[in-house]
């Protein structure tokens, strides 16, 4: 069986898609993981500097 060049040019630029998006999602995931450690740390920072009400 003899595949066509479209069809191997279609399937190289599907799994190139493929690789970009999954290495998207992957980044913004990091990316929102990486903020809330560091909102979570400047709330931690902060109740601990701010002084208690009696």
């Known amino acids: 069986m003899v595949e066509?060049?479209?069809?191997?040019?279609l399937t190289l630029?599907?799994?190139?898609?493929?690789v970009v998006v999954t290495g998207?999602?992957?980044y913004l995931?990091?990316?929102d993981w990486r903020d809330?450690?560091?909102?979570e740390e400047e709330k931690?920072?902060?109740r601990s500097a701010t002084p208690k009400r009696r």
């Open 44 to 46: 931690r920072t902060t």
């Open 29 to 31: 995931t990091l990316a």
């Open 13 to 18: 630029v599907a799994v190139v898609l493929l």
């Open 36 to 39: 809330r450690r560091r909102q």
């Open 4 to 9: 066509s060049p479209f069809l191997s040019i």
């Open 24 to 26: 998207g999602i992957g």
